[in-house]
């Protein structure tokens, strides 16, 4: 085997699955460990697409699915009411001074004065908690951004595929590196890196042009299309020699190859 040849079956696909998982692992792991504080605009998305934040009540059990409450949206958002002030209870009139004058005889005994009374206010009912306004802060995991991402893209299911999308980066990282089920996770990467250049990149290069890019433009375009490459050539080729798979396949072959007959 000549250099090259060595070099293109050990050492560029060893250095093409270092850059992906360099590349899919850190982002996967932000996305599924890390929590975001959305605000504004974008919780009140999340909310009407049923993601329920981590400090907001807990649901039913028959609800959460995926990390997500469903139903939210159905139900109009309040912000929570102020609470009433008490009545006011009618202060007690001082009784008149006693006068030192005996009574006639004859006369009738002055009735003794009335004990003034209060009327019990009506104890407030205890009323349900409210829920916080559709625009208040919301923290949840930050894979919610590729949700708000394929949801601005008008794509069904924006929950579930940004569920997906974080799995393939945090394990087809992890599996990239190790060489393991490699043209799978190529795959996957690759058309995970297809759309996100479809829904980030390719706006800004058709807007601007290709000639006219900026510098941030520019490196946002260029990192999409080399891991895309990276990817497709990762299921294309193969891992290479340094890898689980070819020790894997390559002892499951030469257990299973017929003994040769003298």
């Known amino acids: 085997m000549t250099p090259s040849q060595f070099a293109a079956t050990n050492i560029l696909p060893l250095l093409a699955r270092l850059v992906l998982c360099l590349a899919f692992l850190p982002q996967g792991w932000n996305n599924l460990m890390r929590d975001v504080e959305y605000t504004g605009p974008e919780a009140r998305r999340l909310r009407e697409l049923g993601v329920r934040g981590i400090t907001d009540p807990d649901p039913a059990k028959s609800d959460v699915a995926l990390g997500a409450v469903r139903g939210w949206a159905s139900e109009p958002w309040q912000s929570p009411p102020e609470p009433s002030a008490a009545p006011a209870t009618d202060a007690p009139q001082p009784a008149e001074p006693a006068t030192n004058s005996a009574p006639s005889p004859g006369a009738a005994a002055p009735a003794a004065p009335a004990t003034p009374t209060t009327v019990p206010s009506a104890t407030p009912s205890a009323a349900a ?81 290709p000639f006219a890019m900026g510098a941030d433009l520019s490196n946002l375009v260029f990192a999409q299309l080399g891991l895309f490459v990276l990817a497709l050539g990762l299921f294309l080729i193969g891992p290479g020699a340094m890898s689980l798979d070819r020790a894997i396949f390559r002892r499951s072959r030469r257990s299973g190859a017929k003994p040769k007959q003298a």
Do not use: H, N
Request: net charge positive.
């Open 129 to 209: 908690p409210a829920r916080a306004s559709a625009f208040a802060p919301l923290t949840q995991r930050g894979l919610y951004t590729l949700a708000l991402l394929v949801d601005r893209a008008s794509i069904p299911f924006p929950v579930e595929l940004a569920w997906g999308a974080a799995a393939v980066q945090l394990v087809g990282g992890v599996c990239a590196l190790l060489g393991m089920f490699t043209r799978v996770w190529g795959l996957l990467m690759s058309v995970m890196l297809a759309g996100l250049f479809v829904m980030t990149a390719l706006p800004g290069l058709k807007s601007s042009g």
